[in-house]
Nanobody
Framework: QVQLVESGGGLVQAGGSLRLSCAGSGRTFSGNTMGWFRQAPGKEREFVSHITWNSGITNYADSVKGRFTISRDNAKNTVYLQMASLKPEDTAVYYC????????????????WGRGTQVTVSS
């Protein structure tokens, strides 16, 4: 049984930083793409970033490019999202997801999802 568990969310002031973690279990993610999505209140879930497990190729939404950095630790089966220069509009529940599709940016392409972690950025 595949499990993805996010952690690291919290309350931070605008301009601050947070690092989210996503620990995977139940299978190896070799060959997969690991993604981060977020959902703000009253809005649809949106793509934030992804990384290919084997080669480490990354991609970011324009809204977070230059502020967020995705990385992975193969030995720990864990993906990270380092968030800097946070803005109030980054407030959302952040979800980790996994897919066998390469470089997937759409929600429907992902097979496995975590339960999310809340990030709140105060102004």
């Amino acid at each position: 049984q595949v499990q993805l568990v996010e952690s690291g969310g919290g309350l931070v002031q605008a301009g601050g930083s947070l690092r989210l973690s996503c620990a995977g279990s139940g299978r190896t993610f070799s060959g997969n793409t690991m993604g981060w999505f977020r959902q703000a209140p009253g809005k649809e879930r949106e793509f934030v970033s992804h990384i290919t497990w084997n080669s480490g190729i990354t991609n970011y939404a324009d809204s977070v490019k230059g502020r967020f950095t995705i990385s992975r630790d193969n030995a720990k089966n864990t993906v990270y999202l380092q968030m800097a220069s946070l803005k109030p509009e980054d407030t959302a529940v952040y979800y980790c997801a996994a897919t066998s599709s390469v470089l997937a940016t759409f929600e429907y392409q992902y097979n496995y999802w975590g339960r999310g972690t809340q990030v709140t950025v105060s102004s």
